[in-house]
T-cell receptor, first 111, second 117 residues
């Protein structure tokens, strides 16, 4: 069964600090990996998408990495802001059109 | 906003009630989805519609009944629900249910927070 595991489950950081979220997956064959941000009371919004050949991709202060060999991805948040408080979900698409979702990491940024 | 709207945003219903959730997308997409999101759990795909035809039904109990009258609207009819059905129900759309990466990016609505008492 294809699985996506995210860690940590939650974290608290001070405004201005950096943090890194982890995503490990067993989906095979692999097509792409997306990171979504879900604000409280809203649906998920795509931050980045990475394919097999991409190692790093940035979207503002968000940088995602992918190691397709070890089946690991990370999302790094630089100089965190209060608006970064949200749940971050890792989603992996397999060789068919099916998606596998992680349970998410809840990030709380405190002033 | 993502171009996908859902109503109502909050719903409290008893186990004997019948209610419906509505989703509308203004993006011209051909595929629509219902997901269930429970606390601390991954999103669970419930139904997939492509051009108004149901293409996936993930062993969802019959007390959940989807309806897709056209490619812009999707409903989830609820009846005789159980307390464990309380969750956030998310609707999403994408240009296509199949095909390349761009065709498959999903745009989510804000969800309906359902509480079954």
């Amino acid at each position: 069964k294809n699985q996506v595991e995210q860690s940590p489950q939650s974290l608290i950081i001070l405004e201005g600090k950096n943090c890194t979220l982890q995503c490990n997956y067993t989906v095979s064959p692999f097509s792409n990996l997306r990171w979504y941000k879900q604000d409280t009371g809203r649906g998920p919004v795509s931050l980045t998408i990475m394919t097999f050949s991409e190692n790093t991709k940035s979207n503002g202060r968000y940088t995602a990495t992918l190691d397709a060999d070890t089946k690991q991805s990370s999302l790094h948040i630089t100089a965190s802001q209060l608006s970064d408080s949200a749940s971050y979900i890792c989603v992996v698409r397999g060789g068919d059109y099916k998606l596998s979702f992680g349970a998410g990491t809840t990030v709380t940024v405190r002033a | 906003e993502t171009g996908v709207t859902q109503t109502p945003r909050h719903l409290v219903m008893g186990m004997t009630n019948k209610k419906s959730l509505k989703c509308e997308q203004h993006l011209g997409h051909n595929a629509m989805y219902w997901y269930k999101q429970s606390a601390k759990k991954p999103l669970e795909l419930m139904f997939v519609y492509s051009l108004e035809e149901r293409v996936e039904n993930n062993s969802v109990p019959s007390r959940f009944s989807p309806e897709c009258p056209n490619s812009s609207h999707l409903f989830l009819h609820l009846h005789t629900l159980q307390p464990e059905d309380s969750a956030l129900y998310l609707c999403a759309s994408s240009p296509s249910a199949f095909g390349g990466e761009g065709a498959y990016e999903q745009y989510f609505g804000p969800g309906t927070r359902l509480t079954v008492t």
